[in-house]
């Protein structure tokens, strides 16, 4: 069986051709456990691109969801709802990092689309300062500051603001890129395409000095690596570094499409009447995901959960073609000796789900919350079991 990731299967199934697929067919999911047609039972490691936070079927979250589907299935924002008034108050405590506003959105992209039209409306300035192997979606603005979107996919004529890339490492240059024409600067505390590659607190803390200097807003884009991912609330909470808004998305739904805007009040006082808007975003079905979410990780214990267990993998799963590893939390990067995709494809064969990023040399995992050590041990007898070097 050839396990690497398949072309698509063209116009006969009616779905754009768009994206390369895993040779299974998932039918079902419980807990860290995908069921395919073909009765295999595999381990997820990579929880659709970090979504599945809770896991499959998580009792609190099928609860919620059910219950407002019935009471309740949709008012736009034009319509007062306490679902959604509980889902914002639940996050700013969650996040208790001094915010009090958030916009609710559906995507990772439109959370950094707002945030970005909000920095240039605080500054009136027109530059955007992001980093190298960035990623922070597909949309104009988001594609704009994601690292070599014009080579490979972005395919607008150009982009809507003028935008400078600094390295992710380079402390100097921070000085040299970020200046008084810089609006604000964009980062992933913790890069997740570009390699579960973790900026470090000196970094970050640096950063936020340079932004403070010179007057540009600092915004952490924590779609991938916020919600509990690294084992604190957010990434600005492990590094202790605050930036003036937090873009999330993926684990805050659990699987509900939905994403959010956290603004200092800096920034709050800054949002004028009819400034932002959606349609979904901030509909009820979303903010009972959301609310569901935090309960289940604060009652649950699962930001300790996966400190003890990234902890874990840490310690067990350098062996095989795993040299080290990199990253924070569940977003793991596992360096290896031998190309990541054919690591990822040998680790499918033996059932489990593990993902990729932009580094070739990079396994990259994204494991529910409700990971154990007991399935590391899966993991860690597959890595075990697979060459230590490619084949000559
Ligand atoms: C860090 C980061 N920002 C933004 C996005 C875009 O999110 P979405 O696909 O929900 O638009 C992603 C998606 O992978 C991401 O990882």
Same mark, same amino acid.
């Given at each position: 069986?050839?396990?690497?990731?398949?072309?698509?299967?063209?116009?006969?199934?009616?779905?754009?051709?768009?994206?390369?697929?895993?040779?299974?067919?998932?039918?079902?999911?419980?807990?860290?456990?995908?069921?395919?047609?073909?009765?295999?039972?595999?381990?997820?490691?990579?929880?659709?691109?970090? *979504?599945?936070?809770?896991?499959?079927?998580?009792?609190?979250?099928?609860?919620?969801?059910?219950?407002?589907?019935?009471?309740?299935?949709?008012?736009?924002?034009?319509?007062?709802?306490?679902?959604?008034?509980?889902?914002?108050?639940?996050?700013?405590?969650?996040?208790?990092?001094?915010?009090?506003?958030?916009?609710?959105?559906?995507?990772?992209?439109?959370?950094?689309?707002?945030?970005?039209?909000?920095?240039?409306?605080?500054?009136?300035?027109? #530059?955007?300062?992001?980093?190298?192997?960035?990623?922070?979606?597909?949309?104009?603005?988001?594609?704009?500051?994601?690292?070599?979107?014009?080579?490979?996919?972005?395919?607008?004529?150009?982009?809507?603001?003028?935008?400078?890339?600094?390295?992710?490492?380079?402390?100097?240059?921070?000085?040299?890129?970020?200046?008084?024409?810089?609006?604000?600067?964009?980062?992933?505390?913790?890069?997740?395409?570009?390699?579960?590659?973790?900026?470090?607190?000196?970094?970050?803390?640096?950063?936020?000095?340079?932004?403070?200097?010179?007057?540009?807003?600092?915004?952490?884009? %924590?779609?991938?690596?916020?919600?509990?991912?690294?084992?604190?609330?957010?990434?600005?909470?492990?590094?202790? *570094?605050?930036?003036?808004?937090?873009?999330?998305?993926?684990?805050?739904?659990?699987?509900?499409?939905?994403?959010?805007?956290?603004?200092?009040?800096?920034?709050?006082?800054?949002?004028?009447?009819?400034?932002?808007?959606?349609?979904?975003?901030?509909?009820?079905?979303?903010?009972?995901?959301?609310?569901?979410?935090?309960?289940?990780? %604060?009652?649950?214990?699962?930001?300790?959960?996966?400190?003890? *267990?990234?902890?874990?993998?840490?310690?067990?799963?350098?062996?095989?073609?795993?040299?080290?590893?990199?990253?924070?939390?569940?977003?793991?990067?596992?360096?290896?000796? *031998?190309?990541?995709?054919?690591?990822?494809?040998?680790?499918? %064969?033996?059932?489990?789900?593990?993902?990729?990023?932009?580094?070739?040399?990079?396994?990259?995992?994204?494991?529910?919350?409700?990971? #154990?050590?007991?399935?590391?041990?899966?993991?860690?007898?597959?890595?075990?079991?697979?060459?230590?070097?490619?084949?000559?």
């Amino acid at each position: 069986m050839n396990a690497e990731l398949q072309t698509p299967p063209g116009p006969s199934d009616y779905l754009a051709p768009v994206f390369a697929q895993y040779p299974i067919e998932v039918v079902s999911a419980e807990g860290v456990w995908l069921h395919t047609r073909d009765g295999r039972r595999i381990l997820d490691l990579y929880g659709g691109h970090a *979504v599945a936070a809770l896991g499959y079927g998580h009792a609190g979250w099928t609860h919620a969801l059910e219950s407002q589907a019935r009471t309740l299935s949709f008012q736009s924002n034009a319509v007062p709802l306490d679902v959604r008034v509980r889902a914002a108050s639940r996050l700013i405590r969650f996040a208790n990092l001094g915010f009090d506003s958030v916009f609710f959105v559906n995507s990772g992209a439109e959370a950094n689309e707002n945030a970005l039209k909000m920095a240039f409306k605080l500054t009136g300035r027109q #530059e955007i300062v992001a980093l190298e192997a960035s990623f922070h979606g597909r949309t104009a603005g988001a594609g704009a500051v994601t690292w070599g979107a014009a080579e490979k996919w972005y395919g607008y004529p150009r982009t809507p603001f003028d935008v400078r890339f600094t390295s992710r490492s380079d402390i100097a240059a921070l000085t040299r890129n970020i200046t008084s024409a810089t609006a604000a600067v964009i980062a992933e505390p913790v890069q997740g395409v570009g390699g579960a590659f973790d900026l470090g607190r000196p970094f970050l803390e640096a950063l936020a000095k340079r932004c403070a200097e010179v007057g540009a807003i600092l915004i952490f884009d %924590e779609v991938q690596c916020g919600m509990g991912r690294t084992g604190q609330p957010f990434a600005a909470n492990f590094y202790g *570094v605050t930036p003036d808004m937090i873009t999330t998305a993926k684990a805050l739904g659990n699987g509900l499409p939905c994403a959010a805007l956290l603004m200092s009040p800096r920034v709050t006082a800054q949002v004028k009447l009819d400034a932002l808007g959606t349609t979904f975003g901030g509909g009820p079905m979303a903010c009972a995901a959301i609310e569901a979410v935090i309960e289940a990780i %604060e009652s649950e214990g699962l930001l300790a959960n996966v400190r003890r *267990v990234a902890a874990y993998i840490r310690e067990t799963c350098i062996v095989g073609p795993v040299v080290a590893h990199q990253g924070a939390g569940f977003l793991t990067g596992l360096r290896t000796r *031998v190309p990541a995709k054919q690591v990822q494809a040998a680790l499918l %064969e033996r059932d489990i789900l593990t993902g990729t990023s932009s580094d070739p040399h990079i396994v990259r995992l994204l494991p529910p919350y409700v990971l #154990e050590e007991a399935h590391v041990d899966l993991l860690r007898a597959a890595l075990e079991d697979l060459p230590t070097a490619a084949p000559r």
